[in-house]
């Protein structure tokens, strides 16, 4: 596959709307440096995972790992485009029935991998079908490092309903520093452009909690936006 992005898709015809500064215009750390082929490194390297729905079969950690697909890693912008042109957008199912998540390469998308452990995630809540331009968005940023949050930005999830709200996850590293938290929070609002009103912030411990107390030992650990609608619905009202 030729992961050198052509003229057409540089210019976005790709996208839902124009590309981010972020990669139209990427600024490089060290714009001498280079891998060996030539290409241009991203700030991390990260992963796509794709969840296939079916909460019956999330019996451990094990069975749940096993309903993913993974893309990845991609290391630099070339290889970041490469995979990207190919992938199924979200909004081109009626009825979709897969979570999109992108993580750094070397985080699972699970709340017991450690770098997740002690973290948490602000969840955007947004009108149907507004949920896969916002995850374009975010992902562009994320990737572009637009964020400036270090490795404290774990990953980020589009969860779409066939009934209800698109929303959109974002996982940080640290769920009880007020500082990184606050720092994620206003990061999301100037990326997306959404108020504090459509935001919440859920530690990752609380939703384990939880989790344990209204199941019977099935294990759901990154699409709780999905697998555990009902809690969250009960949480909203």
């Given at each position: 596959m030729n992961t050198q992005p052509n003229a057409q898709q540089k210019q976005g015809s790709i996208l839902y709307g124009p590309l981010l500064p972020?990669?139209?215009n990427y600024e490089f750390p060290h714009p001498d440096r280079f891998l060996v082929d030539g290409k241009h490194p991203l700030h991390a390297a990260y992963r796509f995972w794709f969840l296939k729905r079916n909460p019956q079969a999330f019996t451990d950690k094990a069975a749940y790992m096993n309903n993913f697909v993974q893309i990845g890693p991609v290391e630099t912008v070339e290889d970041f485009w490469g995979v990207y042109s190919y992938l199924k957008r979200p909004s081109d199912s009626a009825s979709p029935s897969y979570t999109y998540h992108c993580f750094r390469a070397e985080i699972e998308p699970t709340w017991e991998d450690p770098h997740n452990a002690h973290g948490g995630r602000w969840i955007v809540k947004l009108k149907k079908g507004a949920g896969p331009k916002a995850f374009e968005n975010a992902l562009l940023a994320m990737v572009g490092d637009e964020f400036n949050l270090g490795d404290e930005l774990c990953g980020v999830v589009l969860s779409l309903k066939k009934h209800g709200d698109d929303s959109i996850a974002f996982w940080n590293k640290n769920g009880q520093s007020r500082e990184a938290i606050t720092r994620l929070r206003d990061?999301?609002?100037?990326?997306?452009?959404?108020g504090s009103n459509a935001l919440e912030y859920k530690p990752h411990d609380q939703a384990i909690q939880k989790h344990v107390q209204t199941t019977t030992g099935a294990l759901d650990l990154a699409d709780d936006e999905e697998q555990e609608e009902d809690i969250l619905e009960e949480d909203d009202q």
């Open positions: 972020s990669l139209t990061a999301i609002k100037r990326i997306l452009g959404v």
